[in-house]
Each structure stands twice: as C-alpha cells, then as structure tokens.
C-alpha cells in the first residue's frame, strides 16, 4: 500500500507541479509532511543533498522520501511517479507547441505562469532557511550562513563564477568554521 501511495503522490505532484524541481518543493514538503514520511528537519537535509546531486531536485528528492518510506522499491515507484507526468506533459507539449506558442491566449498564459513560479521559488528558499535557523536569533551560526549566502550570490551573480565551484567553495567554508 505504501508503494501505490508513494507512486501516486509524486505522479499527481508531477500533473500539477509547474515551474521545474524548485518550484516543487513546497508541494513535495507539504504531501511528505501529511503522509508523515518525514519530519520537517529531515526533508530539509533531503533537498540540501538533492539540490548538490546529478539531476533534477524534484526527482531526486522524490527517491530519497521514496528510499526513506520503504527502500530501494519506493525510491523506484517515487522517481517513477515523478518522471512519467514530465515525459508525457513534454511529448504532448513538443507536439503542438511550434503549431501554437504563437497564439495571445498561449503567451498569456505563460506570462501570468512567470510570477506563481518565481513566489514558489521564492518560498522554498525562504522556507529552506527558516527550517535551517538561516533566518533567525543572531549568533554566530546565523552570521556564518550569512556570509556563505552572501558570498555565494556575489560569486554567481557578479563574477560569473561556475555554481559547481561555488557550492564546493561553499563547502569548504563550511568545512573550516564547523
């Protein structure tokens, strides 16, 4: 039964999820969360290691609930269920897109889409901090991470540098305070 409710949760999160992994997120905590797979902290650690793995973050996170709900068979039915709405959404898309992205009433749509997918982005990110005591009483801890966060985004949106470089820089940051 646990396998059927793994594979359906992240097929009906795929069907509605728009906006790619990051955007998923919040929708992804929130079924974990009620279906008790994991507690917030847990999850939290999840999408720390899916977003620094190979990969899409919605998937990956939907294997690690998938592998910590019940193994190696809810790490497979979960990445399943998230992958098959995509494969089939892309196809149907891919079909008819150059026939129709013309059309006012399809730029409109992706045009009112922009804002919900950045809010959910957003969210995550802020929720990801909130959980991690990112955001919160001033201590050491919370300037440390501070000045990660504001390093990191210096390093990416100024000089450009490589995100694969800055997250291992990031890291050895982490590494030498802690």
């Known amino acids: 039964m646990v396998l059927l409710d793994l594979f359906w949760t992240f097929l009906l999160i795929g069907f509605v999820s728009f906006g790619g992994g990051y955007a998923m997120i919040p929708v992804i905590e929130l079924e974990v969360s009620q279906h008790g797979w994991m507690t917030t902290q847990e999850f939290t650690d999840v999408i720390a290691v899916a977003g620094?793995?190979?990969?899409?973050?919605?998937?990956?996170?939907?294997?690690?609930?998938?592998?910590?709900?019940?193994?190696?068979?809810?790490?497979?039915?979960?990445?399943?269920?998230?992958?098959?709405?995509?494969?089939?959404i892309i196809l149907i898309i891919a079909t008819?897109?150059?026939?129709?992205?013309?059309?006012?009433?399809?730029?409109?749509?992706?045009?009112?889409?922009?804002?919900?997918?950045?809010?959910?982005?957003?969210?995550?990110?802020?929720?990801?901090?909130?959980?991690?005591?990112?955001?919160?009483?001033?201590?050491?801890?919370?300037?440390?991470?501070?000045?990660?966060?504001?390093?990191?985004?210096?390093?990416?949106?100024k000089l450009r540098m490589h995100p694969i470089f800055v997250i291992a820089l990031a890291g050895v940051y982490g590494i030498v305070l802690y």
Request: glycine letters at 8%; zero cysteines.
């Open 52 to 88: 620094m793995s190979p990969g899409p973050i919605a998937t990956n996170s939907a294997i690690f609930v998938g592998y910590q709900t019940a193994g190696l068979s809810g790490a497979i039915v979960s990445a399943l269920g998230m992958v098959i709405p995509s494969l089939l």
């Open 96 to 157: 008819f897109f150059f026939k129709f992205n013309e059309l006012h009433i399809v730029k409109s749509a992706f045009y009112g889409l922009r804002p919900i997918i950045t809010g959910l982005i957003i969210y995550a990110a802020l929720n990801f901090a909130i959980t991690n005591n990112v955001i919160g009483e001033i201590s050491w801890h919370t300037f440390s991470l501070l000045v990660i966060f504001l390093l990191s985004f210096f390093a990416l949106m």
